[in-house]
């Protein structure tokens, strides 16, 4: 029988430094979770990480146990980190940033984000990337 779940949450922390501080503490202890039992994991799962902000998916069931996943830094985070820039372009049809997407780059990126996503091939993966890109006013080489 499947456990009742009792809340699904999401947390943005740096990765390898989970600690009882706020927010980890405070969000898992209003659920009445060990959070020694996160907190250990998280660390040791996300210690080649280090430094990078982590988004974990936590789901917490009714008998105060629980299961989480990380997903890796958002696209946008990692093209501005790859590009060397503090943002995109607020007007991205019209303005563009003057730094390019090389196509490495763009595989460096799809390949860290395959675990990631739904899609079978790092190809669709660019493609993906490629467009979050275009959001943000970066131009991709050849495209």
Do not use: W
Request: charged content about 25%.
């Amino acid at each position: 029988m499947a456990k009742a779940v009792k809340a699904n949450l999401k947390m943005k922390i740096r990765a390898g430094q989970a600690s009882a501080a706020p927010p980890v503490g405070s969000t898992l202890g209003q659920y009445g979770v060990n959070m020694m039992d996160f907190i250990q994991p998280f660390n040791d799962a996300t210690k080649d990480m280090q430094g990078q902000m982590i988004t974990a998916h936590i789901t917490i069931y009714d008998d105060r146990s629980m299961d989480f996943r990380v997903v890796s830094a958002p696209t946008d985070d990692l093209i501005r980190a790859e590009l060397g820039v503090q943002k995109g372009s607020g007007r991205p049809n019209t303005e563009k940033i003057d730094k390019k997407l090389s196509n490495a780059q763009l595989t460096k990126i799809a390949e860290a984000k395959a675990h990631d996503m739904n899609a079978g091939d790092v190809e669709a993966i660019k493609k993906m990337v490629a467009g979050t890109a275009r959001s943000m006013g970066v131009e991709v080489e050849g495209n």
